[in-house]
């Protein structure tokens, strides 16, 4: 939504044609992953979190082969949450930098883990989860040129987290 808010094409990427998240909300996909080509062709792969879809980012044979070309492209790859998960088997955390949901510092090996809300580390960008969406999001639109604070203006942003003065 911030992406697109922001001026940019997306592509909603999914398994199968639709999918159902942890918390019941279908989602319909513009493309099904099998018909996405491992060529770099996309500026920016953002992987969602939540499980059990990481794991089956993690698992996907075609997703490793898209992230490492996108990679090798200098491209951006971003994950969110659990998602750094497929980070790491797609050998896309070696001696980096990355940030991932509580406890995920334990589960990936690879890597250099902070706890940062949004970690950039040259064309990776991650984030710690649900809570950190907006700052995911505003981080992803300022690495691809765009002007986020304009979005955050748009939003009322800012004024989200102002205390009320009496």
């Known amino acids: ?13 999914e398994f199968t044609p639709a999918v159902e998240g942890a918390h019941q909300i279908e989602i319909v996909c513009d493309r099904v992953l099998d018909d996405v080509p491992a060529d770099g062709a996309y500026d920016m792969v953002i992987l969602p979190g ?80 649900p809570a950190t969406a907006y700052a995911f999001a505003y981080a992803l639109v300022d690495a691809l040129g765009g002007d986020s604070q304009a979005v955050k203006d748009r939003m009322v942003y800012s004024h989200a987290f102002e205390e009320e003065r009496a």
Not at 6 to 13: E, I, K, N, P, Y
Not at 79 to 94: D, F, Q, S, T
């Open 1 to 13: 939504d911030i992406l697109r808010r922001a001026g940019f094409t997306c592509d909603l990427v």
């Open 50 to 129: 939540g499980i059990p879809g990481a794991l089956n980012l993690r698992d996907s044979d075609k997703l490793m082969e898209i992230l490492q070309a996108e990679d090798k492209a200098g491209k951006f790859v971003a994950a969110i949450c659990a998602a750094p998960i497929a980070l790491e088997r797609a050998g896309l955390l070696h001696d980096r930098k990355f940030t991932a949901y509580v406890g995920y510092d334990q589960k990936i090996k690879d890597g250099s883990f902070c706890s940062d809300i949004v970690v950039r580390d040259g064309n990776l960008i991650t984030s710690r989860g």
